[in-house]
């Protein structure tokens, strides 16, 4: 079995995030990983023009990082490095593959929304 050093976990805002979170924390334990990236992508494009005046002065980008920053850290109990990253491209499969590759991840966790409800599209 190859070495997993780094783990991709994709969260979307939904109930689903804490889960994956406390699940990429047992993983990272128990596999003795290096670093996890926890990803949000932000489609701004989806934000209806209704709101872009209103949202024009409102930094996202900061704003759901601090939120997700505070999540994990509440929820994350393992020890192991991690790392926030908060992007905006318009294709959620390219920003997984770039952070992939970039980070040389051997591992992404990204929910079922089968079971689950959530808006993270890949």
Not at 45 to 53: A, C, D, M
Not at 70 to 85: C, I, M, N, R
Not at 105 to 111: S, Y
Request: net charge negative; with cysteine; glycine share 2%.
């Amino acid at each position: 079995m190859a070495e997993i050093k780094n783990i991709l976990v994709a969260l979307d805002l939904s109930d689903i995030d804490n889960t994956l979170i406390e699940y990429a924390s047992y993983i990272a334990d128990t596999l003795r990983v290096k670093k996890v990236y926890f990803v949000h992508n932000i489609k701004k494009y989806e934000i209806s023009e209704l709101f872009e005046e209103q949202l024009k002065d409102i930094n996202l980008d900061e704003i759901i990082g601090d939120e997700l920053n505070e999540k994990v850290a509440e929820k994350f109990k393992s020890s192991v490095e991690w790392e926030v990253l908060i992007s905006e491209d318009p294709y959620s499969e390219a920003l997984i593959n770039y952070i992939v590759n970039k980070y040389e991840v051997q591992l992404a966790l990204i929910g079922n929304k089968n079971k689950i409800k959530g808006n993270w599209s890949c």
